[in-house]
């Protein structure tokens, strides 16, 4: 059964960073797109960045040059870091796996940050 879990979300001040990890069980990881996603309170659910399985790297140009996703193939992990974080990020971000198996969510974890 596929599974992925996220954490590292959490409360942080305007211009602060967090680390985002995502570890995915029963997907074949190696083949999988993998991207982050969030959803703001009555706002659709977004993408944030996609990284595939050649290391090809999109990112939304709200967070260019501020989130760099990447990935280690060797403990089946995705990870976000965000840096100089502002309130408008404030979103539950999902982690997604994306292959020929199948389409996959995590569980979300809260990002908050407090301007």
């Known amino acids: 059964q596929a599974q992925l879990v996220e954490s590292g979300g959490g409360l942080v001040q305007a211009g602060g960073s967090l680390r985002l990890s995502c570890a995915a069980s029963g997907v074949i990881f190696s083949i999988s797109t993998m991207g982050w996603y969030r959803q703001a309170p009555g706002k659709q659910r977004d993408l944030v960045a996609v990284i595939t399985t050649s290391d090809r790297i999109n990112y939304a140009g709200s967070v260019k040059g501020r989130f760099t996703i990447s990935r280690d193939n060797t403990k089946n992990t995705v990870y976000l870091q965000m840096n100089s974080l502002k309130a408008e990020d404030t979103a539950v971000y999902y982690c997604?796996?994306?292959?020929?198996?199948?389409?996959?969510w995590g569980q979300g974890t809260q990002v908050t940050v407090s301007s």
């Open positions: 997604n796996a994306q292959s020929i198996i199948g389409d996959y």
